[in-house]
C-alpha cells in the first residue's frame, strides 16, 4: 500500500509533441482514482509513466515516498490491468497468474496459496488449468485482474480494463473491480475514457484534457460543481446543455427571449456577471416537465426535434437560438411530440453560469 | 424460407437434361478440387513421380536391367565411405542449421531494435547473401579461402598466425562448408525470425517487465514460446534444404580430402552421374527420407498442438 505522487510531469515525444503538459497530482493511500478524459488526453501515457513504461520528460513520480524515475517497470512494487489482458497465451491461467511470483522466486506452497486465493475472489477457480484461448473476454480479464492481485503490490494501475467487453459485461466488471477495491484496498489507478466508469468506480475522478489535468475531485463533486466547461460537458450523459446567454435584472436571458429568474441564494455569486458574455448550462436531467409550484423552477418552451422513448425516461432533443444539440430528460408519461411545442421546467438551483471566454465556470 | 424448405424446392423443380452435371460442376468441393488441380498436377509430375521413381530406381541393378531388392541399401550400409557420409551429413546439417537459427535470431533482434527507416536499409544488405546465388558466391569464398592468396588468410597472418589449410584438412574444410552455408542461410532465419518479432504483441513485454521479468526473462518466458512455432518451422525447412545441400560441397570441396566432406546430396552425385551407378546413387538419396521424416513427424506435431492450445 502506498500513496502516489506526481510532480509537474510532462512527457514530450519525437518532434516537440507534449502529450503531458506538467501535472501535479497526490494519490492517497488505498485510494481509487480513475483519470478520465478524451482520446489523447494524456491519460493513459501519464499511467504508463507511473509504471515505468514510459519514461518521464521531467518532473517527479513518487511511490510510497520513493522517487521512481530511474526504477525500472519489475523494481516498482506495482501491478498493471492492460485493455487488451496481455495474458501469456502459451502458459495456463495458473501458471499467467503465477508467473510474477515465480520470477521473484517465492516458494511454490505461497505461490499455489495466493493464486488460490485470488482465484477465489474472482470466482475463477475452475479455470486455472485452462488456457486463455479457451476463456471469454469477461474471463481473459478476471485473470488478468488475478495476475495483479497475487502480487499484492503497492499500487494497481488499470489501462482502459473494459474497453474491448460488451456493454454488459462491462457493467458486471465495474461492479467485480470495485468489490476487489473494497477488499484488498490497494492504492489504484484507473485509466478510461468512459465517464460512467470513472463516476461509478473512483473515490476522485481526474478529469484531463490536452495533457492537463482540468480538475479533481469526488464524483458528485465533479458533476455538482464542475469548475470548467469541459468539465461540465464531459461528466454526465446526456452532455450538459450550454446556451448563450446574458444576466439582467438577476434574471438569465436566453436566446428566443426566454427570460429565467435566478434563485434568491445564487443571486450574491453572480454579481458579477452582468455585461459579460456568458454560456448558460444546464443539464438535461434538470430540464424536464413542467411542474407547477416547485420551488425555484423557471418554465421554457422548446420545440423538441427528435424525442427518444427510454422506457424509463424519454429525451427531447431541440435546438434554442444558435445553440442546437439540446436536450431534456422527461417523464416516460409527457406526451411530447416532434415540431409540438412545450413548456419545459428548469431546476434554476442547478444551473451553471459559464464565462464564455474563459470556460470557468462562475 | 428456411433452408430445407428451399432445397425440396431445388429438388423438386424440372430440371434440364443436363442438371445433375450443372450440380456436380457447382458443388463447392467439385470447384475447389478443380482450382487446386492445376497445383496437385505439378505435385504429382515434379515430386511424387520422381520420388516413386527414385524409389524403384534404388531396387535395380548397376546396368538397371534387373530387380535387387534392398542390394544397394546392403551394399551402401557395408561402406566406410558412406557411414562417413552420414556422419558427416548429420554434424554439417545439425551444427548448420543451429548456427543459422542463432545468428538469424540475433539479427533479427538487433534489427527490430532499428527505428524503420534504418531497419530497411539494414534489412536489404543483411538479405544479400541470400538472394546471391550459392554457386557464384560459393565460389568467391573459394577465393578467399584459397590458402596462398586468401584474403582469410591474410587477416590471420597479420595477427602473426599460420596460414590455415582452409579445404586442403578435413576438420578445417569441414568448417569452411558450414561457415559458407551459415552465411548463405543465415539471412532466410533473420527474415523469418524479425517477421515473428513483429507479431508479438507489446504488451506482452510490459505486461512481463512489470511482473518482473529482465531482458534475458522476457526472451526466455516471452519471446521464445510466442515464436515457437515459426522457430520449428524454420529450423524444419532449414534442416531439409540443408541435409539435400549440394552446390557449396560441389563448388568448394568436391567432396574431399579423401571424401571426408560428403553429404547425401555430393556423394550420391559422384556415385550416380560420376560413377555411373544411377541405382546406387538413388539409395544414397533415399537414405535422407526416414532422417526427414522423423524430425517433421515431431516438429509439426509440436506446432499441431500449439496452435491448438493457442490460436
Known amino acids: 500500500m502506498a500513496q502516489v505522487s506526481l510532480r509537474k510531469i510532462v512527457k514530450m515525444y519525437e518532434g516537440d509533441v507534449q502529450a503531458v503538459k506538467g501535472i501535479d497530482l497526490e494519490i492517497e493511500d488505498h485510494e481509487f482514482v480513475v483519470l478520465v478524459g478524451p482520446s489523447g488526453c494524456g491519460k493513459s501515457t501519464t499511467l504508463r509513466m507511473i509504471a515505468g513504461l514510459e519514461e518521464i520528460s521531467s518532473g517527479d513520480i513518487a511511490i510510497g515516498g520513493t522517487v521512481v524515475n530511474d526504477i525500472p517497470p519489475r523494481d516498482r512494487d506495482i501491478a498493471m490491468v492492460f485493455q487488451n489482458y496481455a495474458l501469456y497465451p502459451h502458459m495456463s491461467v495458473f501458471d499467467n497468474m503465477a508467473f510474477g511470483l515465480t520470477l521473484r522466486k517465492f516458494p511454490k506452497a505461497e505461490i499455489k496459496r495466493r493464486v488460490d486465493e485470488a482465484a477465489r475472489i474472482l470466482d475463477i477457480t475452475p479455470l486455472l488449468d485452462r488456457k486463455p484461448k479457451a476463456l471469454s473476454g469477461g474471463q481473459r480479464q478476471r485473470v488478468a485482474m488475478g495476475r495483479a492481485i497475487v502480487r499484492d503490490p503497492k499500487v494497481f494501475l488499470f489501462d482502459e480494463p473494459l474497453s474491448n467487453l460488451d456493454a454488459k459485461l462491462r457493467v458486471q466488471m465495474r461492479t467485480e473491480i470495485k468489490k476487489v477495491h473494497q477488499t484488498v484496498r490497494t492504492t489504484t489507478v484507473y485509466v478510461t475514457h468512459d465517464q460512467v466508469e470513472a463516476m461509478t468506480l473512483a473515490d476522485r475522478v481526474v478529469v484531463m484534457n490536452q495533457g492537463l489535468i482540468e480538475q479533481v475531485g469526488p464524483p458528485q463533486e465533479l458533476y455538482h460543481h464542475p469548475a470548467t466547461r469541459f468539465v461540465a460537458g464531459f461528466i454526465g450523459s446526456p452532455a450538459m446543455n450550454f446556451l448563450p446567454a446574458r444576466v439582467e435584472n438577476g434574471a438569465v436571458h436566453l436566446p428566443g427571449g426566454a427570460v429565467l429568474p435566478i434563485p434568491e441564494a445564487r443571486r450574491a455569486r453572480y454579481a458579477g456577471a452582468p455585461g459579460m458574455d456568458l454560456l448558460f448550462g444546464i443539464r438535461p436531467e434538470h430540464l424536464t416537465d413542467h411542474r407547477p409550484g416547485l420551488p425555484n423552477r423557471a418554465d421554457i418552451t422548446i420545440t423538441p426535434e427528435v424525442i427518444e422513448p427510454m422506457g424509463m425516461e424519454t429525451l427531447a432533443h431541440f435546438h434554442l437560438g444558435e445553440a442546437r444539440d439540446c436536450c431534456a430528460r422527461l417523464e416516460p408519461t409527457v406526451l411530447a411530440e416532434p415540431n409540438v411545442p412545450i413548456v419545459l421546467s428548469a431546476d434554476m438551483n442547478n444551473m451553471h453560469l459559464l464565462d464564455a471566454k474563459s470556460g470557468r465556470v462562475l | ?311
Not at chain 2, 521479468?213 to 514460446?225: D, E, I, K, N, S
Not at chain 2, 515459426?230 to 571424401?259: C, E, K, Q
Not at chain 2, 521424416?293 to 516438429?299: P, R
Request: charged share 10%; with cysteine.
Open chain 2, 1 to 311: 424460407m428456411s433452408a430445407d424448405t428451399l432445397s425440396v424446392d431445388t429438388r423438386l423443380a424440372p430440371q434440364p437434361g443436363t442438371g445433375s452435371l450443372r450440380r456436380f460442376t457447382r458443388r463447392r468441393s467439385t470447384i475447389a478440387f478443380l482450382m487446386t488441380l492445376p497445383l496437385l498436377l505439378v505435385i504429382v509430375c515434379l515430386v511424387a513421380y520422381p520420388a516413386a521413381y527414385g524409389v524403384y530406381l534404388s531396387t535395380l541393378n548397376r546396368t538397371m536391367e534387373r530387380s535387387i531388392g534392398l542390394g544397394n541399401f546392403e551394399i551402401l550400409f557395408d561402406t566406410d565411405t558412406f557411414w562417413n557420409v552420414v556422419w558427416q551429413s548429420c554434424i554439417f546439417a545439425i551444427t548448420a542449421v543451429i548456427a543459422k537459427a542463432l545468428i538469424g535470431f540475433w539479427l533479427a533482434h538487433m534489427l527490430h531494435h532499428i527505428p524503420t527507416k534504418g531497419q530497411r536499409k539494414w534489412r536489404g544488405m543483411l538479405l544479400v547473401p541470400w538472394v546471391i546465388p550459392p554457386a557464384l558466391s560459393t565460389l568467391g569464398w573459394w577465393w578467399m579461402y584459397d590458402p596462398s592468396y586468401s584474403s582469410i588468410n591474410y587477416l590471420i597472418s597479420i595477427v602473426g598466425a599460420p596460414p590455415v589449410p582452409w579445404l586442403g584438412e578435413p576438420i578445417w574444410a569441414r568448417a569452411a562448408i558450414i561457415i559458407v552455408n551459415v552465411w548463405v542461410g543465415a539471412p532466410f532465419f533473420m527474415i523469418m525470425y524479425l517477421a515473428a518479432l513483429k507479431s508479438v504483441p507489446e504488451q506482452l513485454y510490459e505486461a512481463a517487465a512489470i511482473d518482473g521479468a529482465t531482458g534475458f526473462q522476457r526472451l526466455r518466458y516471452v519471446t521464445v514460446p510466442m515464436m515457437a512455432n515459426i522457430i520449428s518451422i524454420t529450423v524444419l525447412f532449414s534442416l531439409i534444404v540443408t541435409f539435400a545441400n549440394y552446390d557449396i560441397v560441389r563448388v568448394l570441396t568436391n567432396g574431399g580430402p579423401r571424401d571426408l566432406t560428403h553429404v547425401f546430396a555430393s556423394y550420391a552425385f559422384q556415385v550416380g552421374i560420376l560413377s555411373g551407378n544411377i541405382p546406387r546413387g538413388a539409395a544414397v538419396s533415399l537414405f535422407m527420407l526416414p532422417i526427414l521424416a522423423v524430425c517433421a513427424f515431431f516438429v509439426l506435431r509440436g506446432v499441431t498442438r500449439r496452435n491448438k492450445e493457442q490460436m
